[in-house]
Every structure is written in C-alpha cells, then in structure tokens.
C-alpha cells in the first residue's frame, strides 16, 4: 500500500510541502513543535461523509467527534461543512458555543456526566444527550424538572461485540464502562423508564464499537443486534425507533501497512446493513446518525518537530532526539501507536539509515516512531511526522511542565495561527506562592 507521506508534495527545492506551503516556511514563522492541519483535507474528508448519503439517498446526520481536535478554528470548519458536533465535557460545549455552532447542532456525550454538564447542556438547550446509564436518566430527569424542558436522547448501548482494535479503544464489548448492555437486559430495563417519560423523548439508540477499525463485519454485527432488538421493543411496546446512531470509528491509514477502507465504503455498508435488517424485520428505517472525529481530521494533521542530539549504540541502533515528544503526541506511550515520518528540509534524498525517534522527556517510553527510514540528518533538522490530526493537541500535557505546541492551519497556500504557542507564564498561570 502507498506510504502516508506519499501523498504530500515535494518542491523543487526538496523540502516537504503541506496544503501548497512550505513546511521549513512554517517552521521559520511559528517555530516547533508546530501541529499543521491542511484544512483542504478536513473539508474532503467531511464531503466524503456527507455525500454518501445523499448519493444513497437515505436520510442520514454526520456529527464531528469532537474530542479527536476541538478548537473553535477547526469547529468553524467543520460548521461551514455542515456537520453537527459532539461533545464530551463543558469544555467541548463551550468551545463549541464559543464558535458559533447553533445549540441544535450539538451532541452530548459522557459516561459520567455531571449535574453542572447537564445544567450547561439544558441552559443552552443543545439538540441530544447520549444517555449513558441509569443514573443519568434520573438525574437529567430531575434536572428538566428544575428548568421547566424537555430534551431529545439517545440510550447507549453495548451489544458485546469485540471489534478488531487495541483493547483501550475497544468499547462496543459486554465488559465496557459505556453504555447500556443489549445482552443481559440493562438497555431494557433503561428503555422501560424513558418510553413514558413526561420530560425526555426518546429518539433510538446509540452505539459505538471502538475506534480504528479496517472492516465492516463488526458494524454489520452490531446493526442486526440493535435491530433485533428493536424489533422486540416494538412488538412488545409499540415503539419506533426515530434514529440509530452507529458512532464513528472508521480507521485511518498511519502506516503503509494499515489498509482501511474508503469513508464512503463503511457509510454504504452501515446503510445496506440498516436496509436488510428493516426489511427483513419490518421496521421502519430510521434516520441513521454517525459520529466520525479520527477520520475527519486525523490524516490532515502533520507535526513538524526540529532535531536536536543524536546517540548511536553500536550493534543496536541509533536514536535522534527531538524537541516534542509524548508531551504533544501521547498515542505512541498510551497504545503503541505507529507513524511515518520523513525529513521535512531533506524529503528528497534517499533513505540511508534507520534510527529511533525519542521524545524530550523524562521517560523511557517517551519514544514517537522505532526504525524509521531516513536519510542522514544534522542537528536542526525538521522532522515531520504525518497523520497526528487527532488525539495530539486534544491529548497534549504539562509533562515536565513543556508548553504546548502551536496550531496552524494551511489552505491553498495561505497559513494562518488558530492556536497560539503556550508560553511559560500560560503554565504557571494558576499556580499560587503557598504562604505559611
């Protein structure tokens, strides 16, 4: 399969160009550790989704997972492109207020969501709340008593299903902090209490089965449990489900060797899969929800990094530091993500050696990408590190008090700062002397 990097472009004077810019330009201008997203990729990316149900001609809604990268830059994007937005916490919502999203266009997501978060969630009357367990339901339904309103909801359900990722982002199996599980009659007993409810309308049913995942068979899995149980609820108490929201977690391509399908193909598939199951038990079809984050930014992120000390170990390998490290990019440390990654100043040469790219900081596991290909290299190189557009700036810490990088967007040759650079007065703005 065609290698990530290869899909980016090289200038005349061999250096790596990102969305029709230069990568050294940007390196020159904002310093590093710099995040660029090449926002032609996001819009893409975003039309993909969208258009594949109106080409099926199936009444569908794609809502941008909003925890892969939220800023109010990228929330702007994605507004333009007309995706709704799900959120997981306070922040999130207020990002997302803060650029402009209508509340309607809001989702709310959480396994424990707090009295202050649901509060926030009615105040400004965003349009779902993803019901996540019983506790919830009693306590939203308190609190819409307290306000005097109503709210659309969605239950989350688990339908034991294993999908075919790492195991921390595995969460569509019976052994799951989310949801409500199909199997042993918790989404029942759920369903039981919102049916009637004055207050919350129950539009159908939520499921997410992981993230980065390369193929269908666990969605299509997970389509006729939901259906199935539809069904029972139907015959056994007239209902209709208005919506099933699948989630996201439609891989991407970090390597040569992942080989995920197109973003149409898993759209197609989730709505044929809908079709036979409401056919075959029939239901009517609802209007089908999906929830991509990874997909729509992930591969238009790159982040340019400059090299600093280089150590060799005879026999063994060779290490090059640079100046990031888990600090920016926690995937590698948190579940052995893998990368590529070229030379930025130097992607015309041939590779030469492999070597160890190591982070700055203070851990042994603080390692970005083991044996990778390059040509030689000098202290001061830029290294550029594709596909970091999700859960990079969303995951990024304070570890060993490091400032977080900045955030760039490029689009048809222009660049623009959406994120200014942390500086070390921003890490220490909340710290107080302690006076005895």
Sequence with gaps: ?????????????????????????????????????????????????????????????????????????????????????????KGELYTAMKAGLPPEKIHMHGNNKSRSELEMAIQHKIGCIVID???EIHLLSELLDEYNQEMDVLLRVTPGIKSKTHRYIMTGNEDSKFGFNLQNGQAKKAFEILQNHPSIHLKGLHCHIGSQIFETETFVSAVQLIFEELSEWRTSYEYIAEVVNFGGGFGISYTKDDNPLARSAYVEQL???????????????????????????????????????????????KYISV??????????????????????????????????????????????????????????????????????????????????????????????????????????????????
């Design 271 to 317: 709505i044929e899969a809908v079709q036979e199951q409401t056919n075959r038990l029939n239901i009517p079809i609802p209007e089908i929800w999906i929830e991509p984050g990874r997909s729509i930014v992930g591969d238009a992120g790159v982040t340019l990094y400059t090299i600093g000390s280089m150590k060799e170990i005879p026999g063994l390998r």
């Design 1 to 89: 399969m065609q290698s990530v990097h290869e899909i980016y472009q090289v200038n005349e004077k061999g250096h790596l160009v990102i969305g029709e810019v230069d990568a050294t330009t940007l390196v020159e201008k904002y310093g590093t550790p710099l995040y660029v997203y090449d926002i032609n990729i996001v819009r893409n990316n975003c039309r993909e989704f969208v258009d594949t149900f109106k080409q099926n001609k199936v009444k569908g809604r794609v809502a941008y997972a909003s925890k892969a990268f939220s800023s109010i830059g990228v929330l702007q994007v994605i507004q333009q492109e007309g995706l709704y937005v799900d959120v997981v916490s």
């Design 133 to 135: 367990n019983i506790y």
């Design 323 to 436: 100046d990031g490290g888990m600090t920016d990019n926690l995937r590698p440390a948190l579940y052995q993500a893998e990368y590529e990654a070229v030379i930025a100043n130097k992607a015309n040469l041939p590779n030469t050696q492999n070597v160890s790219v190591a982070g700055k900081c203070c851990e042994s596991g603080d390692m970005l990408i083991w044996d990778l290909p390059i040509p030689q290299v000098e202290a001061e190189d830029i290294l550029a590190v594709f596909t970091t557009g999700a859960y990079g700036y969303s995951m990024a810490n304070h570890y060993n008090r490091f400032s977080k990088p900045a955030v760039v967007f490029v689009e048809n040759g222009q660049d623009q700062l959406v994120i200014k650079r942390e500086t070390y007065q921003d890490v220490v703005k909340n710290d107080l002397p302690y006076l005895k």
